[in-house]
C-alpha cells in the first residue's frame, strides 16, 4: 500500500490557501478512514480531520475547524484537505494516514503517506 500526500505550492501567505491531496496506489480507499495529520518542529503530531469510510462524515480539530474541509473524491481515489486562511502557526509538515476498519481513530492508523511541507510565511 502506498499513500502519496502532495501540495501544489507549499509557501503561502497569511490568509492564503492551499489544497492538499493524498493519493492511493494500488489500492482503493473507498470504506476506508482517511485523516490527515501534521507535525511542527518541536511539537508533537497533531490529529486535524478524518473522514468516515463508510458515511462520510468527517471532523475536524478545534484548530482547523471552519478553515479546512477534508474531502474523498472516489473516481480519482483521492482524499484532499482544503486549507483556507492559513495562519503562521499551520506551518508543520503534513502527513495523510489510513485506517483499515473505516474508522477515525486517530491513534490506530495503518499506513502513512510522506509527509509534504507547509510553509505560511509572509
Known amino acids: 500500500l502506498m499513500l502519496a500526500a502532495g501540495v501544489w505550492g507549499g509557501l503561502v501567505q497569511p490568509g492564503g490557501s492551499l489544497r492538499l491531496s493524498c493519493a492511493a496506489s494500488?489500492?482503493?480507499?473507498?470504506?476506508?478512514?482517511m485523516a490527515w495529520f501534521r507535525q511542527a518542529p518541536g511539537k508533537e503530531r497533531e490529529g486535524l480531520s478524518c473522514?468516515?469510510?463508510?458515511?462520510?462524515?468527517?471532523d475536524y480539530a478545534d484548530s482547523v475547524k471552519g478553515r479546512f474541509t477534508i474531502s474523498r473524491d472516489k473516481a480519482k481515489n483521492t482524499v484532499y484537505l482544503q486549507m483556507n486562511s492559513l495562519k503562521p502557526e499551520d506551518t508543520a509538515v503534513y502527513y495523510c494516514?489510513?485506517?483499515?476498519?473505516?474508522?477515525?481513530?486517530?491513534?490506530?492508523?495503518?499506513?502513512w503517506g510522506k509527509g509534504t511541507q507547509v510553509t505560511v510565511s509572509s
Open positions: 494516514a489510513i485506517d483499515l476498519r473505516g474508522w477515525c481513530d486517530y491513534s490506530g492508523m495503518d499506513y
Open positions: 494500488g489500492f482503493r480507499l473507498d470504506g476506508y478512514g
Open positions: 473522514i468516515d469510510g463508510s458515511d462520510g462524515i468527517a
